[in-house]
């Protein structure tokens, strides 16, 4: 089964409220919990289909506290975590993986850097389209296993052309694109 990642953040100020890695539940049993839930709130999916981005415009107590950090950290070198990527409006770019080595590649090149599980290896964002992610700030939680990279982004985070790889928002109607266009086409990129 897929890990899925569930992001919170509220409508009104982009204010990250929380990220979660679900290991036993699958993307259909995610929306269904967010749909049945009472409250002003918009539901995006990835391009992957392997986060959920809820945004909410509900008083939610609570807020993910975030410490911004400018030199390598020590953390578990085994570990993968979460990396939310927002832009500097606060829109949610992208949700990766992260390690020890992608952080500390990240922090001493100003540009992000990723864990690919898939490839099972460390990723530059752009190595191979050049649409880069400028870092501006790098901030993890008290309990070190979310990170959250904020980026000046180069043309566009998702491999598809969208500037954000949450273009889908669902709706009672069904999925719904909210990019009118795309920031380039794929086939031209990646061919």
């Known amino acids: 089964m897929k890990r899925i990642s569930v992001i919170t953040?509220?409508?009104?100020?982009?204010?990250?409220?929380?990220?979660?890695?679900?290991n036993g539940k699958t993307l259909d049993d995610i929306v269904k919990d967010a749909w049945t839930e009472n409250g002003d709130h918009d539901i995006f999916v990835?391009?992957?289909?392997?986060?959920?981005?809820?945004?909410?415009?509900?008083?939610l107590k609570g807020k993910l506290y975030l410490f911004e950090i400018s030199s390598i950290l020590n953390l578990n070198p085994y570990?993968?975590?979460?990396?939310?990527?927002l832009d500097e409006k606060g829109v949610i770019l992208t949700q990766a993986f992260g390690n020890q080595e992608?952080?500390?590649l990240t922090l001493s090149t100003s540009l992000a850097h990723y864990f690919s599980r898939s490839r099972n290896r460390i990723w530059k964002k752009g190595e191979q389209s050049g649409h880069t992610q400028e870092i501006i700030k790098v901030m993890?939680?008290?309990?070190?296993?979310?990170?959250?990279?904020?980026?000046r982004q180069n043309v566009a985070a998702c491999h598809t052309g969208y500037y954000s790889c949450f273009f889908t928002k669902l709706?009672?109607?069904?999925?719904?694109?909210i990019y009118k266009e795309k920031k380039f086409e794929p086939e031209k990129v990646y061919s």
């Open 9 to 22: 953040q509220s409508k009104r100020n982009n204010e990250l409220l929380d990220v979660v890695v679900e």
């Open 46 to 59: 990835d391009c992957d289909q392997d986060s959920v981005l809820i945004q909410t415009g509900e008083n």
């Open 79 to 85: 570990a993968l975590f979460p990396v939310v990527t």
């Open 102 to 104: 992608s952080v500390d």
């Open 140 to 151: 993890y939680s008290e309990t070190r296993n979310i990170f959250v990279f904020v980026v």
């Open 171 to 177: 709706t009672e109607n069904g999925p719904e694109n």
